[in-house]
C-alpha cells in the first residue's frame, strides 16, 4: 500500500512539473475584425493585451500558429507587438453560412514555453449582392400607417 501512495505522488509530482514548465493557454485574447482587411491591417496589441513586454518577443521567438494546419491569417510584428492581417480573409469562403465565423490561433514563446489562445471573431461586411426571388414585390401600405413605421 505505501508503494501505491508512493508512485501516486511521484505521478502528481510529475504532472505538476509538467504543467509549470508548459504554460498552456496562459491566456485567451479575443478580437472582432471584418472581413476583407488589407494584409498588414493591425488587428490590435497583442503584448499590450496580454502583459507582454514588447523587447522580449524577438528573443522568445514569438510566433503564431494556426489552428489545423490552416493557412496563416494572421501575423505578429516582433518589434511592437502588433498582431496584423497576413492575408484576406473571405468569410463565405472560410466559413460559408454559418451564423458566426471564428478563427483560432495561438501565440507561440520560447524559454520559457508559453502558449496564448488568440480568437479572431470574422464580421461579414455584406459584399455580396442580395439576391431576389422575384423581380417585383408589391407592397400596400395604408394611409393612415403612423409616421416611421415599419414594412
Do not use: W
Amino acid at each position: 500500500m505505501a508503494d501505491n501512495r508512493s508512485s501516486s505522488s511521484g505521478l502528481l509530482f510529475s504532472v505538476v512539473l509538467f504543467l509549470r514548465l508548459f504554460h498552456d493557454a496562459n491566456g485567451d485574447v479575443s478580437y472582432s475584425i471584418s472581413e476583407e482587411m488589407k494584409a498588414g491591417s493591425v488587428i490590435g496589441n497583442i503584448a499590450k493585451d496580454l502583459g507582454l513586454i514588447v523587447g522580449k518577443l524577438s528573443t522568445r521567438k514569438a510566433r503564431i500558429d494556426s489552428e489545423l494546419n490552416r493557412k496563416r491569417y494572421c501575423d505578429i510584428k516582433l518589434n511592437t507587438g502588433d498582431l496584423i492581417i497576413a492575408e484576406r480573409i473571405d468569410r463565405e469562403a472560410l466559413c460559408g453560412e454559418k451564423a458566426s465565423c471564428i478563427l483560432k490561433s495561438e501565440l507561440i514563446l520560447e524559454a520559457p514555453l508559453e502558449s496564448h489562445r488568440i480568437i479572431l471573431q470574422i464580421q461579414d461586411i455584406n459584399d455580396n449582392s442580395p439576391i431576389f426571388t422575384k423581380d417585383k414585390i408589391r407592397i400596400e401600405i395604408n394611409e393612415l400607417a403612423v409616421k416611421g413605421s415599419r414594412f
